[in-house]
């Protein structure tokens, strides 16, 4: 990432620090919005539970090996994945593959991920999603009400926009 990177501030963040940051925010974030490229050329949409975010961005989810969104990244590994709070967000663009590393799995494997395979780690249908990350923009504001009132003073002072928070992309 470089100075001219930065979005919304004055201040450019190095690269190090803008990347902690994001992975912060994922780390923070469980539950996302994974989009993938459908056989016909359009985007469809799930929400899926990242198990696993690795300190350069990359992430691992576990899902099913007969599920559209597995079929969808066999045929077209370009995903995207949508993580938001009430106030952080992340868009993060990489190629995603499909694995079967037994080991991985048991490592990431956890009590809620029992709802979804009768036999557990080892049930057939058991499909290990691995996100690699090529470049990911992340909005970290100061929450709802800070936001709001940020915005409504910025319209009663005529100050230009209102500082709602930092964003900043980072090359991955």
């Not at 190095?14 to 992975?23: G, K, M, R």
């Not at 925010?25 to 993938?36: A, K, L, S």
């Not at 469809?44 to 989810?61: F, I, K």
């Amino acid at each position: 990432m470089t100075d001219d990177d930065r979005t919304n501030a004055t201040d450019p963040v190095p690269h190090d620090e803008a990347l902690a940051t994001l992975v912060g925010h994922m780390e923070d974030i469980r539950t996302v919005m994974v989009t993938t490229v459908t056989a016909d050329g359009s985007l469809a949409s799930r929400p899926m539970t990242v198990q696993e975010v690795e300190p350069n961005g990359n992430l691992w989810m576990i899902g099913s090996q007969g599920s559209d969104m597995v079929a969808e990244i066999r045929a077209d590994d370009r995903v995207n994945v949508s993580f938001a709070d009430s106030s952080d967000f992340v868009s993060l663009a990489g190629r995603a593959r499909v694995t079967r590393d037994l080991e991985k799995v048991k490592e990431l494997w956890d009590r809620p991920t029992d709802a979804w395979f009768e036999d557990g780690p080892t049930d057939d249908d058991v499909a290990l999603v691995q996100v690699d990350a090529d470049s990911a923009q992340y909005w970290d504001t100061p929450g709802q009400v800070a936001t709001l009132v940020a915005m409504l003073r910025s319209s009663v002072t005529d100050d230009g926009n209102p500082d709602i928070g930092d964003s900043a992309e980072v090359e991955l």
